[in-house]
């Protein structure tokens, strides 16, 4: 487990986060080991490696609030609202830290999800599969663009 990059990553969302919002990113060293072999696999800075993982975290943390959405949840206001600052803050984290390639890739995915659960399809979201997708499409993309120079 990489402990530095996780703990390194946590501490730049708390720094970037509202503390108005009053949101606790809740996620465990563990939840965050999916994207891990991603990050490893392809040569990346290491502060890259942390926004990368950051927009992971708010992904996961934005879907998991969003998914506690139901009629009879005593939050559920406090999910909705904590959800939606969740996935405007993962907005502007990826535009402040130039993601926006990233974005663009997710944004089909993550407004099918959207659909999926506004018709009550509550299916978990894994953001760490197409990120590492979106990784590798970059890495060849890179090597296409290196070997035509």
């Known amino acids: 487990m990489n402990h530095p990059l996780i703990t390194d990553t946590f501490r730049l969302l708390e720094a970037e986060m509202s503390p108005i919002a ?10 965050c ?26 992904l996961t943390v934005a879907a998991r609030r969003h998914l506690e959405c139901n009629l009879n949840h005593p939050d559920l206001t406090r999910n909705i609202l904590d959800g939606d600052y969740l996935y ?14 990233l974005v663009a890739y997710l944004a089909p995915s993550i ?28 890495r060849r993309q890179r090597g296409r663009t290196s070997k035509a120079i």
Not at 22 to 31: D, K, R, T, V
């Open 88 to 101: 405007s803050f993962y907005l502007q984290f990826a535009i402040k830290y130039r993601e926006l390639d």
């Open 33 to 58: 080991e999916p994207l891990l072999p991603a990050l490893d696999g392809i040569e990346l800075q290491y502060d890259r490696q942390v926004h990368l993982l950051g927009i992971y975290i708010i």
């Open 111 to 138: 407004k099918k999800l959207q659909i999926r659960r506004s018709n009550g399809d509550f299916a978990e979201y894994h953001p760490a599969a197409e990120i590492a997708q979106y990784l590798l499409q970059e």
């Open 22 to 31: 009053g949101i606790q990113l809740h996620l465990s060293p563990a939840e």
